[in-house]
């Protein structure tokens, strides 16, 4: 408990630099990323996030990317926390008050059902970072990723909104960010019509997509295999 404190001052000093918890406070300074000495935790890997992370309740075909992480894993354990539907901020009220992880590998992706809230986004994820067992440098975050709608493809209200967020997201975090929104759509097969238009409007392929939101299984293994990719390359 008294460590959960102390963490939890450590966080309301991340927020105070940024400006608050959401509202339209400055950018989170480069100090978002812990300076401590390194952790020799728990090679095992916590998973927190929506439904990109966790998948939907009887939808095998939208499985989330850990359970796909956690098929070709290995001997690391894969831990899921959150759930579809939620907003950053609630994902990060759980892994805030969650001690049983915090030692573990973090992978944070957080954002997609408030992908245009920005400055929540980034406090939460900073938050989530300092609350991490002391010394434990060892997290990725990913970007947001814009949904196959009209207001987030190429050229629409929103677009730019989540393209600024996730070049903020690179220069606060660093390594330890990774574009996961590039990535997928770099992914698209030059062959299928549909993922060509989706290229042109920068939004991820339909050959991955379950719908205009979700990944499917090919999308879900794809960003699952980057993200342990990612893990090995650091040697955590």
Known sequence: MQRRMALGALASMVLAACGGGGG???????SAVPQAGALAGTGDIAAWGDSHTTGLPNRPDVPGYAAQLRQIAGSRQVFEGGFAGLTSTQVADLQTRDDAHDDRVNVFWYGGNNQTDAETIKA??????????PGNQRFLVLGVVNQATPAERRGGADYDTIVRLNADLARIYGDRFFDVRQFLVGLADPADPADVIDKQDDVAPSSLRADGVHLNVAGSTAVARKVLELITANGW
């Open 24 to 30: 339209g406070g400055g950018g989170i300074e480069d």
């Open 124 to 133: 939460d994820l900073a938050r989530s970072i300092a609350s991490l067992a």
